[in-house]
């Protein structure tokens, strides 16, 4: 009996893709309208072109920033027009949302741009324990693309996958 260990899964040929390691390192920033509010509870259009005019834009450069209010205030659709206007020259993508929503629009972007040409005909693990969480909607996006170029795709990690989809 030999001694020596034996790596089985690096010698398999599957290819593990890592979300938490290929996430791209975006600079995300909120914007809370709550400060821009009369009284705490509403917008007065004077006062918040004064904000928009005031306010120092040059912070959010290349920045993805998620516009939002942190109270019940109803806010106009012209106000995040107005704030759309002065985003537009500085920061490298803005919503109306949340961060959580943001986070997904940026993945689900990136999913979409991913040169998938290393994984043709591949046996590939979509990693599944991250410390990150990653929305499933990029779990479901990545695979209706993976599956379009892999061999065999699994989820999991590669002492322990789940089977996802095989080729024909």
Same mark, same amino acid.
């Given at each position: +009996?030999?001694? %020596? ?17 290929? !996430? ?12 821009? @509010? ?9 006062? &918040? !072109? *004064? $904000? ?13 920033? &998620?516009?939002? #209010?942190?109270?019940?205030?109803? /806010? ?9 206007? =002065? *985003?537009?020259?500085?920061?490298? $993508?803005?919503?109306?949302?949340? =961060?959580?929503?943001?986070?997904? +629009?940026?993945? *689900?972007?990136?999913? !979409? ?9 591949? !046996?590939?693990?979509?990693?599944? #324990?991250?410390?990150?969480? /990653? ?6 996006? @990545? %695979?209706?693309?993976? %599956? ?6 699994? $989820? ?8 996802? &989809?095989?080729?024909?």
């Amino acid at each position: +009996m030999s001694d %020596t260990i034996e790596n089985k899964v690096a010698k398999s040929g599957l290819i593990t893709l890592d979300l938490e390691e290929l !996430r791209p390192a975006w600079n995300i920033m909120g914007l809370d309208l709550v400060d821009s @509010l009369w009284e705490g509870m509403a917008l007065k259009e004077k006062d &918040f !072109r *004064l $904000f928009v005019q005031e306010h120092d834009w040059s912070q959010y450069k290349d920045a993805a920033v &998620f516009v939002h #209010c942190s109270t019940d205030a109803i /806010i106009p659709t012209w106000a995040y027009m107005l704030i759309g206007t =002065r *985003l537009q020259d500085v920061s490298s $993508f803005s919503i109306v949302g949340s =961060r959580k929503e943001l986070d997904q +629009m940026l993945w *689900l972007d990136w999913v !979409r741009n991913l040169d998938l040409s290393v994984y043709a005909d591949q !046996r590939v693990i979509l990693k599944g #324990c991250s410390d990150e969480a /990653i929305p499933e909607s990029v779990y479901l996006a @990545l %695979t209706s693309k993976l %599956t379009s170029v892999v061999k065999s795709l699994m $989820f999991g990690e590669p002492c322990s996958t789940v089977p996802v &989809f095989k080729k024909k």
